[in-house]
């Protein structure tokens, strides 16, 4: 869930919450008095910037997660509108509803036709309630998986873009089978008989993310998170203590680098300085160039082999002893 | 009791998990129950019919026949990957706890006569959550049903992904589904058993993807919390809200199957889908009906 | 629609009704003023069942509505009890709700594992208000799909009984979208890889009807009617007059009989003398010898081969002129 | 205006659809509208965007490139095989009526380029309704389609089995949706496109079984009647029931696009699905927008 986020957790970050506050205390006195404090308001500036960078530099899990749920950050929509062409979205899972949560859409890719889908934040409070905040219902999951299957029938590549704080936690949702509408696009999109790349830009928040990112590539911005529960329910769980989420985002191992290392994610895409809202054209162009270089490879292999690949691939992710 | 099993280490559980005084106290009921009477029941409230929780072993013994298991991967266990705080104290405890060595027992026995490949999830192991041994193991154990030609029946009893292993328990869910689904491709069948309770990661991957989906009575069956759930809905839910019934009537599981009747519901599927029968069928495994299934859980019972 | 039934429509209806009137009339007398009228009942009895006799013997297409939709008429779970044995229901679409107006099991017919589908008329009203009266939602068509599917992973062939007045014309099941649903339903049939056969029994009410009925052989009882309108309706429709059913009922078509000259309907299954309702386990027996003559050799053609049949036999239904 | 078509004895039709008056009156919002107006504007109120229904004829017109339009069946017809009363009498008077043999029309044609077979039901002739004929027809396209490697796009408006052919007409659901079956297992798109009013059984057949569902603002889109399913359920049905906007919120359609996007969506979508181009691309068929779209509709009517 879009959890309220507790305050920042470092001594970087209250420096620079400290700085932050003084600069708009000024520039209110400043407003209200029509006095000049632009010489101390700028040098306040520079030792704020000063602190980001060194946040930036080296951000910790937990700025990280704070830069996957940016609420600037680029959103799905950016991306369609960025990467692709002659865009047609479809609607509705043909049984249920339209999930305004989930978008499917037909594209083109520097003219090459692919399918499209991806959760649908949105950029503003009544986008994101209309959309539920990126969270699908079960049709949501369902739509998807009909889009996909159009995909296997013109033997079209998917691109799933995922960017969801998770499933769900309402009755509606239980009640229509989100359970069953996540295991079986799992399922559907293991043995999909065209190449599917993932490419997680935000939140990539459990059951409700994996339920469209089963595929032959999984692609990762640098600050996005993927994640099997949010740090905030973790720390309530394991701590009794939802302020712990810090610690818990540190634990979980959540970030596209650490991703990596595990071998979930096999490219981390880079974004610009201090995170992809800071200029989210430079994100959508970091993708672009991941999707350049890999789609022209992208079914080139038959599909056997492809599938053969991508179960190998699934199969030999967790670390265990015998 | 355990004796047909080929790990005596086993041995030791059936005691530690149910205290030694002479009564239990039915949680539904509140009735007082006579605990050899409870046991012989198969664990089920005599009096409101109650689907106490049973151990992995417990329902491999009133499932299986007699001396049939033969376990795989007995020793595959979760490493800490992560190296995630307090997660290799709560494995040892867990292991020491259960006798087992991970939340998952899988091997192939017969049932009735009919060979399966079967899976139990022991929701006593750290709440029965999956981690990469137990998607390990329930992938083996779906590509063993492929690899010799049988069907696969998984009991489940699980909290969800084990969240001391990050998103490599998330990849678990791809994995075991995956495997599920080569099983289906191959044409062999699967048949899913939730038990109390099944939620999560579980229900979001191999449990709602059989042939058929079975369900004890009473057990809860989700994907979110309830308590997560009244949080973001600000009202109460019903009480039979997630219970197996709801889940029939809301149209995702195909039946709701007492305890007593499981045995030889799950016979008659076998049975129904070709599973290959052993002759000769094995001595206990008389056509399954509520009194054999009692006798032999007494009779177990009475080993003690 | 279940519709009430206009009165009966020819003289032999009409003498039928008074002699049973009458019956009752001196039966009733009898009783209240303990008189013996054995000997005036036997007579009229006697009469009574000439006419039925000359009814039955040919019945009209409107007496053959009204046996189809007979009260006493074998529902379909006299069939499963009697037919199969080790059967285990199968409950729910796996989507949104388990729909009891539409029976699916596992089964054996002799032994041999079938996968059996059906409209699961009530026996009485209670059971008919819990079952809708046997017309579907959009979700007991999809548990008819999901069930058949499984007939076709294990190669079972599929026996679907028929017996519904209709889809169910409901807000909730246009929402949900029934004829979606319908649609869906029939090309999946007509490419189901295994062997279908359908048994009307008694109503074949429309799309309601075939959206169970696509396969590979069609098996109707002698009373049975299939038809793509009530009769009523059509009369409605046709001449703003419902009480002209009797006639639509006869231009319809919609008779067993006339069905095996159309074509649609590969074999009448004879009932008991009067209507299945008479001797019900007659009429079950009826069916038991059709499928004891087809089933063996059901599945024994290659998969290929059955479906270029199944296609062509749909494909060559209907007259046209060129 | 129909000098494309290569049927004169259809060139009669427009006349008699649209009687002589200058003005229309628009059925929604009572404005008076110029007639020429009206046509200029593909049929759509310029006042309030209501979608008057066209003809077969009309559609074939606005949606394919000039000129490239080849019928195929265009004989093909309903016997009477029920001998049913009045019947004969019905299907000659839709045939005088709209100068066409049947309730669809089928064929090949081009749309921005764009090959693809293409059926458009007619519901002026007989409610559009689907007896053998118009099951034969659309049978046909969908195997033309297969044959030739092409698109299929079909653009109904019906109010579903012509029950005049009783069950024969029940039998066209199975015939034309197996033959629509036998399309999307070759791998060809089907386009569906759903017109005021689409319902009962063709609703239930190849009208829901496109790979993508487009229709028109406003149109009527149901299985049941509005009136048969207020009967049921003893209360009103709102407004926007059975629309197509009503049905996208369903998630039962894929898209709703007005008439003047329709020609360029579809051709979009037959460019995505890989439709083969003719070259060089018919002058007509330059890149389809609102305004070619009703000056191709403007200067056809001025034909006339
Ligand atoms: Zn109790
Ligand atoms: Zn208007």
Chains 1, 3 share one sequence.
Not at chain 1, 231 to 244: F, Q, S, V
Not at chain 1, 271 to 282: C, L, S, Y
Not at chain 2, 201 to 206: I, L, P
Not at chain 2, 281 to 289: C, I, L, N
């Amino acid at each position: 869930m879009a959890a309220t986020l507790p305050g920042p957790s470092t001594d970087l970050d209250r420096q620079l919450q400290d700085l932050e506050g003084e600069i708009e205390r000024l520039r209110r006195l400043a407003r209200e008095q029509a006095i000049d404090l632009g010489g101390e308001i700028a040098t306040l500036e520079t030792r704020a910037e000063d602190v980001r960078k060194k946040i930036y530099t080296n951000p910790s899990p937990w700025h990280i997660v704070q830069l996957a749920r940016h609420s600037q950050r680029p959103r799905l929509v950016d991306f369609v509108a960025s990467l692709f062409t002659d865009v047609v979205e479809l609607h509705g899972d043909r049984l249920f509803r339209d999930d305004p949560a989930m978008l499917a859409a037909l594209a083109r890719f520097e003219g090459r036709p692919v399918v499209v889908v991806g959760h649908n934040k949105g950029k503003d409070t009544k986008e994101n309630i209309a959309r539920n905040f990126g969270m699908p219902y079960p049709e949501g999951y369902r739509k998807a998986l009909r889009v996909m299957r159009l995909a296997e029938k013109f033997h079209y590549p998917v691109i799933a873009f995922v960017d969801t704080p998770g499933a769900f936690p309402g009755d509606e949702a239980e009640e229509r089978g989100q359970a069953e509408a996540i295991a079986r696009n799992i399922e559907e999109m293991s043995r999909l008989r065209t190449s599917v790349i993932v490419v997680i830009t935000g939140e990539g928040g459990s059951g409700g993310a994996l339920a469209i990112a089963v595929g032959d590539l999984t692609l990762m911005l640098q600050y996005a998170i993927y994640t099997v529960i949010s740090p905030e329910g973790c720390a309530a769980i394991l701590w009794h203590d939802a302020t712990k989420a810090a610690e818990a985002a540190a634990a979980l191992r959540l970030t596209a680098k650490d991703l990596q290392a595990l071998k979930i994610v096999d490219e981390v895409l880079p974004e610009p300085f201090g995170g992809a809202h800071r200029d989210p054209e430079a994100a959508i162009t970091s993708v672009r160039s991941a999707l350049q270089r890999h789609l022209p490879g992208m079914g080139q292999m038959p599909v056997q082999a492809m599938l053969e690949r991508r179960y190998a691939k699934y199969r030999s992710l967790g670390q265990i002893v015998a | 009791m355990l004796n047909w099993l080929r790990r005596p280490k086993y041995s030791s559980l059936q005691r530690r998990d149910m205290p030694a005084g002479l009564w239990a106290k039915c949680p539904r009921c509140n009735n007082l129950i006579y605990r050899k009477e409870l046991e012989r029941n198969l664990k089920v409230c005599p009096k409101c019919g109650f689907h106490h929780r049973l151990t992995a072993l417990e329902r491999l013994e009133i499932t299986l026949d007699q001396d049939s298991f033969e376990e795989i991967d007995a020793e595959l266990t979760s490493t800490d990957p992560l190296k995630f705080e307090g997660y290799p104290q709560k494995l040892q405890e867990a292991k020491e706890k259960t006798g087992g060595a991970e939340a998952v027992i899988t091997g192939e026995g017969t049932i009735d006569g009919y060979r399966t490949v079967i899976g139990v999830l022991d929701f006593h192991f750290m709440g029965g959550s999956m981690g990469s041994a137990v998607g390990e193991k329930v992938a083996r154990a779906s590509e063993q049903a492929r690899d010799r030609q049988l069907p696969l029946v998984m009991f489940s009893a699980s909290g969800g992904a084990r969240m001391q292993e990050g998103a490599l328990s998330l990849m678990q869910l791809a994995k075991t589904s995956a495997a599920v689904g080569r099983l289906h491709d191959a044409g062999f069948p699967y048949i899913s058993v939730m038990c109390d309770p099944t939620t999560g990661g579980v229900t979001a991957s191999f449990a709602f993807l059989g042939d058929v989906i079975l369900a004890e009575p009473g057990a809860l069956i989700g994907f979110a919390g309830r308590r997560v759930i009244e949080q973001t809905i600000r009202h109460k839910l019903p009480d039979d809200f997630q219970t197996a019934e709801f889940c029939l009537n809301k149209g995702l599981i195909d039946l709701v199957v007492t305890r007593s009747d499981m045995r030889s519901t799950v016979a008659r599927l076998l049975s129904f889908f070709g599973a290959p029968r052993v002759e000769p069928v094995p001595v206990a495994a008389e056509p399954a009906t509520p009194e054999p299934a009692q006798s032999r859980s007494g009779s177990s019972a009475a080993d003690e």
